[in-house]
């Protein structure tokens, strides 16, 4: 086995988690480049590759996978810079795409809904209909598609989205369509309803198939870019991309299928969460992910992360199946500043990879989360790549925050801290708490490159007991993106009442559906005997808007005893998720699913002896830093020489290369067996903690 590379472009950092052929893993970090993030893609494997003196081109040779995470798409929509796109749909229909669900969602927000992606005068209207049993009404009309077509030109689009009415009853429209258009328009991006999303509900299949033309011109560029200067370096491996549902998936079908990596970035982490986890026997983690732009909380409950269908980008609905993942603007670049009420807010703007934190010294003025964990005396001045300028950290927070809010310097610092602290407990709170969840349930997971400098205080706000610091926190979707299995989403609406089922057609409808998903892992080489099915059905009581997916019970093929499973099934998840159900009560079966995953190696979780708990081996010094409000001499250790059975008590700083752990005065750390970071309040006894932790899981 060669060389396997996590990357992770971040808004401020590309992270890079490189595991070696025997197996020993080491973490990189480079300054994203936001012009041309493939500059700071090789960046960072061209520093792995000095580390292991050989030139890029000669270590390459061994590279065997590398597994990348992006957030080009992401950006794309956010910042509303993807490509021109048209939209194709149904006569009568041109507005629905726009019109959206016809309710302000954001009731108090004078500017929703958020810009169009496909303005109106780029959405074409043509003459054809099939009915909701699949039956052409009205045949298409090709001399509205090359009108259409004509139009597109003269606007200068670069891609089209085609969504017909009940197109997935019968796709022969669409299909005929794209043929027109990629003979009108060479070269153009085409996306059909039928292939991204062909389920019911017309706005959400309008949304997200628009959303793969919109950022599939973008993607496609970068991944060209990418595969051929990997092509020119002689990579001679697998290239695999992330995806929002958190599964891998080959570039050609990324690149067919770009509104899968809408936010591919944070989708590593709950699998990384899951691993390291396991370790312990939890299976109910929170994970959170603190980089320099955002904040990302995953709930884990039983060892599966949450998956939705409700998803959305920049306020457009993406109804492909995409991990549930809350995200804040909430990071080390987050900027504090003072509304017009005098109150002292953190974010959501941040100050990125360029210029930066005021103390990055690469221009910037704005004082941010890292410039104030800078002047607490939490970091030190000297970093992997730059040298932290202090007395412009001091300066940006004296100037924007202390004089206007009659504070000095170091009280400023320490409230632009319980700020962000307050907004990610209150995120953790959305993730769990909205949904029914305990957090004093579930061992909070901890990473990103400035997670672990806040997470003593925001499990003491949210009185988790437990803190899990993975060694390679600083890169944890990285890691994840290792541990991720190849994955492919499938969907069919089959809306009938349980009364009215043919379990002959549900089981053909599942047979086509695996023969897709298996031919598609086939071509990403992989092996039948690594491919899992598994099926699931989108069930509501009748007279419902929203729909619950549950497990499709199908060992003993599709028989009447397998719909009562089912059914039965719907009715506990359905008490599970509203708190309420109603046995008895007419039912009705929406969509039919089928999730294929090719399995991947997984590395194997390395125990190591205990060497006692005095921790004074990896003691460094000390330096002054703010707890309990004030200065007092803190004792520094090295993380990476701490050993399983240490346990460094509050207060105390653990300095690792990438990253730095935080142990507040009323906490204690201690290395674990598999040499990650377990945090607790002082008092509570770790054995004990862990025993409850996993038998409320197992229960």
Not at 37 to 61: C, M, S, V, Y
Not at 298 to 321: D, F, K, Q
Not at 597 to 621: F, I, W
Not at 647 to 654: D, S
């Amino acid at each position: 086995m060669g060389i396997r590379i996590g990357v992770d472009v971040g808004g401020t950092f590309t992270d890079f988690l490189v595991r070696d052929e025997e197996g020993s893993s080491r973490v990189y970090k480079t300054s994203t480049t936001p012009g041309d993030p493939t500059i700071g893609f090789f960046n960072g494997l061209e520093k792995a590759a000095t580390a292991d003196g050989q030139t890029l081109k000669e270590w390459l040779r061994r590279v065997e996978t590398i597994v990348h995470g992006t957030t080009i798409t992401t950006n794309a929509v956010l910042t509303g810079e993807g490509a021109v796109t048209g939209f194709v749909t149904t006569e009568g229909f041109r507005d629905v795409l726009n019109m959206r669900r016809g309710i302000k969602e954001q009731q108090f927000d004078n500017h929703a809904p958020p810009p169009q992606l496909v303005p109106r005068r780029r959405i074409a209207a043509v003459r054809e209909r099939v009915s909701s049993e699949g039956e052409v009404v009205t045949p298409l009309d090709e001399s509205d598609i090359r009108s259409a077509a004509e139009l597109f030109r003269g606007q200068g689009v670069e891609a089209v989205a085609v969504s017909y009415l009940w197109s997935f009853r019968n796709d022969r429209h669409e299909r005929r369509t794209k043929e027109i258009l990629e003979q009108e328009l060479p070269g153009v991006y085409v996306s059909l309803s039928t292939e991204v999303l062909p389920q019911i509900r017309v706005y959400e299949r309008h949304s997200t198939t628009v959303l793969n033309s919109y950022v599939g011109p973008v993607l496609n560029r970068y991944l060209s870019r990418l595969r051929q200067r990997l092509d020119d370096l002689g990579f001679g491996g697998t290239l695999l991309i992330m995806q929002s549902n958190g599964g891998v998936m080959s570039p050609e079908v990324a690149q067919r299928f770009a509104s899968n990596t809408l936010l591919s970035g944070p989708a590593g982490a709950p699998q990384a969460g899951i691993h390291y986890g396991s370790v312990h026997g939890f299976r109910n983690l929170i994970t959170v992910d603190m980089g320099g732009t955002s904040f990302d909380v995953a709930l884990i409950r039983n060892g599966l992360p949450g998956v939705t269908t409700e998803g959305s980008i920049g306020g457009h609905r993406v109804a492909s199946p995409i991990l549930d993942i809350h995200t804040v603007g909430s990071g080390g670049g987050s900027i504090a500043w003072i509304d017009a009420g005098g109150l002292l807010n953190v974010g959501p703007k941040s100050a990125g990879a360029v210029p930066g934190p005021a103390c990055y010294g690469r221009g910037g003025v704005l004082p941010t989360v890292t410039d104030a964990n800078y002047v607490l005396g939490y970091l030190d001045s000297a970093g992997d790549e730059l040298t932290l300028d202090g007395e412009a950290a001091q300066e940006a927070i004296a100037q924007h925050v202390g004089q206007p809010l009659g504070l000095d310097t170091v009280e400023a610092a320490y409230g632009i801290y319980q700020v962000v602290n307050a907004n990610m407990a209150a995120a953790i709170s959305v993730a769990s708490v909205q949904r029914g969840y305990d957090p004093r349930e579930f061992v909070l997971v901890v990473a990103g490159g400035v997670g672990p400098l806040h997470a003593g205080a925001i499990a003491r706000d949210l009185e988790i007991p437990l803190i899990l610091i993975p060694r390679e926190s600083s890169v944890f979707c990285a890691a994840g993106m290792l541990l991720s299995d190849l994955k492919h989403d499938y969907v069919h609406t089959y809306a009938r009442e349980f009364a009215a089922v043919d379990l002959d057609a549900i089981a053909q409808i599942y047979r086509d559906i695996a023969g897709r998903a298996m031919r598609t892992l086939e071509s990403e080489n992989v092996s039948s005997r690594q491919v899992v099915l598994e099926y699931s059905a989108d069930l509501r009581y009748v007279g419902q808007f929203n729909e619950v997916e549950v497990p499709a019970f199908h060992d003993g093929g599709f028989t009447p005893a397998a719909l009562e499973a089912l059914e039965a099934a719907f009715h506990r998840r359905h008490d599970d998720l509203y708190g309420y159900s109603t046995p008895g009560s007419p039912i009705e079966i929406i969509n039919l699913r089928v999730s294929a995953r090719g399995l991947t190696g997984k590395p194997t979780v390395e125990r190591v002896e205990a060497r006692g708990a005095d921790p004074s081996e990896a003691r460094t010094g000390s330096r002054k830093a703010w707890f309990s409000g004030a200065f007092s001499e803190t004792p520094v250790y090295d993380g990476q020489r701490l050993v399983h059975g240490n346990v460094v008590p509050g207060p105390a700083i653990v300095v690792l290369p990438t990253t730095t752990i935080l142990v507040p005065s009323d906490f204690e750390l201690v290395c674990d067996a598999a040499n990650n970071y377990l945090m607790h309040r002082k008092g509570s006894d770790l054995k004990v903690l862990a025993g409850q932790l996993t038998e409320e899981a197992a229960a």
